[in-house]
């Protein structure tokens, strides 16, 4: 379901973000008027998958263009919590802060190959998949170059995409992890998707920032992939005890119905300090509340997926 439809006076812009927007979009604005200039590849080489020879991994970007609102954590935690129900899971670190491989105990500024290299260089993808909790593919600081390098490229929205085919059938679960803008990056996430999950901060809430969102992917449908979708919304750093909090999630709710997930993703330090450990919540404290909402959320997002394939 598309957000467009549950707030019908802001819909989707058909045409490019315009420039006198930049504050808002700047990568958006930049990228997407491009799109259409490039030759798209041929169509033979990169048909669009029809829903019955569907790749076998679920792909979802987690995004959110404003940063802190739990996308990294949110990556990490529902992927080994995907795991330990026994899915194959894939996570994706395609945010050149390189925060989901820290949180794997790994240093981005001491990473050889990476995303970068999948990207602009076309390594395959496997050679930058390290085995921690869940398999993830690292980042490392030179991804930040990767959109100057890429914008240079034909095809550079399906890079991600491409790099997949490899990997596709060795996992269910395939989750990426986004940076807080709506570049070309996180371009190349929704391309290679078919479901987009969004974590939303709780405390400051912001539909202005969902519905751009939303507009970009619908740019991103009707040009490059029209298969990815909203799929759900989390709702993140939520602190019952505020009547604040308590109205974001009626707010959300209201504008969004069910793509709200039913899990409460709470306010806690544990969520900070796991990742100083390099682990997991469902590692670091396996038993305590932090990791049963992740395995709540998981069981949430799997029974989703179940309902659209019975569909
Ligand atoms: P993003 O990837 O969207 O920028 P992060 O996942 O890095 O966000 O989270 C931002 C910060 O908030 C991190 O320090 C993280 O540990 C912390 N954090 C994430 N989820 C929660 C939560 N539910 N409660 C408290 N702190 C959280
Ligand atoms: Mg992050």
Not at 5 to 29: F, I, S, T, Y
Not at 101 to 121: C, K, Y
Not at 203 to 214: A, C, D, F, M, N
Request: net charge negative.
């Amino acid at each position: 379901m598309a957000l467009s439809r549950l707030l019908p006076r802001l819909q989707p812009r058909p045409e490019p973000v315009p420039e006198d927007d930049p504050a808002e979009a700047p990568a958006a604005a930049e990228d997407m008027p491009r799109l259409q200039a490039v030759p798209a590849p041929a169509p033979a080489q990169t048909p669009t998958p029809s829903p019955e020879d569907a790749p076998m991994a679920n792909v979802i970007a987690l995004a959110n263009q404003k940063g802190g609102v739990a996308k990294t954590t949110t990556t990490l935690n529902l992927g080994v919590a995907l795991r330990e129900l026994g899915r194959r899971v894939l996570v994706i670190d395609l945010d050149p802060q390189g925060n989901l491989t820290m949180s794997q105990g790994m240093n981005p500024d001491a990473i050889e190959r990476s995303m970068f290299d999948v990207l602009v260089h076309r390594i395959p993808i496997s050679d930058v998949i390290k085995p921690v909790e869940v398999d993830i593919a690292v980042a490392s600081i030179d991804l930040a170059g990767a959109e100057l390098a890429l914008s240079a490229l034909i095809g550079r929205e399906r890079a991600l995409d491409k790099a997949l085919v490899e990997v596709r059938d060795r996992y269910d679960w395939i989750l990426i992890d986004t940076p807080p803008s709506l570049g070309l990056l996180t371009i190349n996430a929704f391309v290679a998707a078919n479901g987009v999950i969004v974590p939303v901060q709780c405390e400051y809430l912001s539909l202005r920032g969902l519905v751009q969102l939303e507009n970009t992917l619908a740019m991103v449908r009707e040009n490059l992939n029209p298969r990815v979708h909203v799929q759900g919304i989390v709702p993140t750093m939520y602190d019952g005890r505020t009547l604040h909090a308590r109205e974001a999630i009626e707010i959300l709710e209201e504008h969004f119905g069910d793509l709200v997930y039913g899990t409460r993703i709470r306010k806690t330090v544990r969520y900070a300090e796991a990742p100083v450990k390099g682990s997991s919540v469902l590692k670091y404290d396996p038993s305590g509340p932090a990791a049963q909402a992740y395995r709540d959320l998981a069981k949430e997002v799997l029974d989703g997926a179940q309902a659209r394939d019975d569909a």
